[in-house]
């Protein structure tokens, strides 16, 4: 069974950076995309970012345009989202989810637990 | 582009049948054939329900069902049970290559 771990979420201050990872295990990483989603508090579901199997195809939300990068170690089955610049807006759970083989831009499952992140001074 | 629009809730009792509606933009849902629906209880992870349009992934009920029909797509639950009650997001391909949600729906089982 597919496994995905979500870590590194905490309390951040606004301006500040944080790393997120998900660990994979149980399918072949680097054949899949993979995607960071978030949902704030009380809200919806918002896609954050999307990478590639080999890493090199990278899309992201305007929300996160210019201040996160996704990324991943395949050597190491990890996702990773860099997150830099951060705004009480961007407080939210974030969930890694693993994507198809081709057309990035479509479906996600299975997706992991999540990790909080709180921006607050 | 604007998330795509969902009804806040919807409600049925045990037994029958409810549809969740999900309506975007031919720059979405109208335009492509990428459209998905999620399943979430709160404080778990997300579940993929239907991909594609229309598709169920393994092992999800046959009780669930997806259509489209222009740039509005519908998530149709039959035969209603207690686990059903969640929340509900669909989901899109947008021309701008990015994905979009809907609001979600939250469902409740009378």
């Known amino acids: 069974e597919v496994q995905l771990l979500e870590s590194g979420g905490g309390l951040v201050q606004p301006g500040g950076s944080l790393r997120l990872s998900c660990s994979a295990s149980e399918f072949t990483f680097s054949n899949y995309a993979m995607t960071w989603v978030r949902q704030a508090p009380g809200k919806g579901l918002e896609w954050v970012a999307v990478?590639?199997?080999?890493?090199?195809?990278?899309y992201y939300a305007d929300s996160a345009k210019g201040r996160f990068t996704i990324s991943r170690d395949n050597s190491k089955n990890t996702l990773y989202l860099q997150m830099n610049n951060l705004k009480a807006e961007d407080t939210a759970v974030y969930y890694c989810?693993?994507?198809?083989?081709?057309?990035?831009?479509?479906?996600?499952?299975?997706w992991g637990q999540g990790t909080l992140v709180t921006v607050s001074s | 582009q604007s998330a795509l629009t969902q009804p806040a809730s919807v409600s049925g009792s045990p037994g029958q049948s409810i549809t969740v509606s999900c309506t975007g933009s031919?720059?979405?849902?109208?335009?492509?054939?990428?459209v998905s629906w999620y399943q979430h209880h709160p404080g778990k992870a997300p579940k993929l329900m239907i991909y594609?349009?229309?598709n169920r992934p393994s092992g999800v009920s046959n009780r669930f069902s997806g259509s489209k029909s222009g740039n509005t797509a519908s998530l149709t639950i039959s035969g209603l049970q207690a686990e059903d009650e969640a929340d509900y997001y669909c989901?899109?391909?947008?021309?701008?290559?990015?994905?979009?949600f809907g609001g979600g729906t939250k469902l409740t089982v009378l």
């Open positions: 594609d349009v229309s």
């Open positions: 990478i590639s199997g080999s890493g090199a195809t990278t």
């Open positions: 031919s720059s979405d849902v109208g335009g492509y054939n990428y």
């Open positions: 989901s899109s391909y947008a021309s701008t290559d990015i994905v979009l």
């Open positions: 989810a693993q994507g198809k083989r081709s057309a990035y831009l479509n479906w996600f499952d299975p």
